[in-house]
């Protein structure tokens, strides 16, 4: 006997010795025997629970909940959660959208009408999308912030395309001059081809340039 286990049903106590017999409305405690029937049960070995509307000992009390309320069959009447049966109409404006918990909240200063399920219309932005964009070249309207500067390298209404082939720079305007050895970023300009067998024998000349250089510096010394 190790001690690890519960009476069998309907024994309790030292050595599990003792029979319960328990009345109706009663359960066998495997300590202390006979128990009365917990809130929310009822029956031959409290095996029954409170049927709806009905708490309590016994399940003999009748619940009377609010709206917003529900019926425990332990403790009767309980608040319901924010945002559970969702009874109340939230009748929100065009400008707002309903939250389960918090009812008509506003919407964002990026969406606009229709229960912000619209972002602004271009050259629109902010609260309600009512503020008008008046960008100038090398800007564009964003939704939440209105007029912001074009990345270095774009251009266009919004920013979205890259210059031209050989032009580079802030909205695109400067020139590039290349040799046959570089390219025309639409970023940074002028930028040394680094790809195909070519260049890459031309680097190694140039690095077998640079070693000599250092070599004969140091011999003079």
Do not use: W
């Amino acid at each position: 006997m190790n001690c690890s286990s519960e009476c069998n049903s309907g024994f309790y106590g030292h050595l599990c010795l003792q029979e319960c017999g328990c009345a109706h409305n009663h359960y066998c405690d495997h300590r202390y025997g006979c128990q009365k029937c917990p809130p929310r049960t009822f029956g031959l070995n409290c095996s029954g629970t409170c049927p709806n509307k009905y708490y309590g000992r016994l399940c003999q009390e009748e619940c009377d909940c609010a709206l917003g309320q529900y019926c425990d069959p332990r403790n009767g009447c309980i608040q319901c959660a924010i945002g559970q049966l969702c009874r109340k109409d939230c009748n929100c404006t065009s400008e707002e959208y309903c939250d389960p918990r918090y009812g008509c909240l506003k919407c964002s200063t990026r969406n606009k009408r229709l229960n912000c399920s619209q972002t602004c219309p271009n050259e629109y932005y902010g609260g309600f999308c009512l503020e008008k964009c008046n960008c100038t070249t090398g800007q564009y309207c964003d939704p939440q912030k209105g007029c912001l500067e074009c990345a270095v390298g774009t251009v266009g209404g919004e920013c979205n395309r890259h210059c031209s082939t050989g032009y580079y720079g802030k909205t695109c305007q400067t020139e590039c001059d290349c040799t046959s050895y570089q390219y025309c970023d639409p970023k940074y300009g002028c930028l040394q081809k680094l790809k195909g067998k070519r260049n890459i024998k031309y680097a190694y000349f140039l690095c077998f340039l640079c070693l000599n250089t250092i070599y004969i510096l140091l011999h003079l010394v």
